[in-house]
């Protein structure tokens, strides 16, 4: 499938911003099953972009220096990427996860998608005893990685309620967990505490996901938003397999990978300073589009 994706950030501040400094993370990186074939970004009404070096984790960085007064500012990505990501099928022989814990405990790989770097907690996914039992379930050391690893995602995404309302951007999961209630980020962040808890890598990914319309009804341009899901290490072999706990299913040709890191905090698509005075408010919108739909524009009012 080939998609074109346009992502709009865009900030309106209560005061005019003096100077910023921005890290953008919203070209989506090349991984397996997906490739990137072109790539497009604009700020206005101003600002100098520069390649930047990820800090951690996997994710194209793109540096904005805003130095003249602003009161708006919007930044706009294109992209078009070729997927082709077959769905994970558990086999009798998978390895196991006691396989694949002492796998990845024995890896020699430092780089940063090595599996060592994912099997510790990071600032925004710690340890949690109470998540840690109640995934425990679906993690017993004799089962197979992948059927393990689909089992959880399924029942997270069976016994929680998805509701934007629920948590911020910088809630714990464990909040998430006793609401049993949250958004994709919590939900994905509660996976891996349980999976990390266990002795698995699991990473958090970050991008996006293809929603499909009920029938008779068309596609909404502009409803997009930025998705998250797990990684699960299943061996050198099988490397990397993506599980979605907010829709209970694999990694596959609807889900495309932007960043990959130990947590959001990681990968955020935008952070950076901001020096003015009073609030700012953010509004985002993306359309994901199969090549066969015209990209159309997002409204982001």
């Not at 901001?274 to 589009?289: E, I, P, R, Y």
Request: negative net charge.
């Amino acid at each position: 499938m080939i998609y074109d994706i346009r992502h709009i950030t865009r900030f309106d501040y209560g005061g005019q911003v003096k100077f910023a400094r921005c890290n953008l993370r919203l070209q989506p990186i090349d991984w397996p099953g997906q490739r990137l074939e072109s790539y497009a970004l604009d700020v206005e009404p101003a600002g100098r972009l520069s390649p930047g070096r990820a800090e951690a984790g996997l994710a194209n960085v793109t540096r904005l220096v805003v130095d003249s007064p602003v009161r708006t500012l919007t930044i706009e990505s294109r992209a078009r990427m070729i997927v082709d990501r077959l769905v994970p099928v558990p086999q009798p022989d998978d390895p196991t996860l006691a396989e694949v814990a002492a796998l990845a405990r024995a890896s020699r790989d430092l780089s940063a998608a090595g599996p060592a770097n994912y099997l510790f907690p990071s600032p925004l996914i710690p340890l949690d005893r109470d998540i840690a039992d109640w995934c425990a379930r679906d993690l017993d050391p004799s089962r197979g990685a992948l059927d393990a690893g689909i089992a959880l995602a399924r029942r997270i995404q069976e016994e929680f309620e998805f509701d934007a309302t629920a948590t911020l951007v910088d809630t714990p999961p464990h909040d998430a967990f006793l609401q049993r209630r949250g958004v994709c980020q919590d939900f994905a962040q509660i996976m891996i505490t349980g999976l990390r808890a266990a002795g698995l890598p699991a990473a958090y990914a970050s991008g996006y996901i293809r929603t499909i319309p009920p029938p008779g009804e068309a596609r909404l341009v502009g409803a997009d938003a930025t998705h998250a899901w797990v990684l699960l290490w299943c061996g050198p072999v099988q490397g990397w397999v993506g599980v979605d706990p907010t829709n209970g299913i694999w990694m596959a040709g609807d889900h495309i990978v932007m960043a990959v890191g130990r947590d959001y905090a990681e990968i955020a698509p935008v952070d950076g300073v901001v020096l003015g005075s009073g609030a700012q408010d953010m509004k985002v919108s993306v359309d994901v589009a199969p090549i066969d739909e015209p990209l159309s524009e997002p409204a982001i009012a």
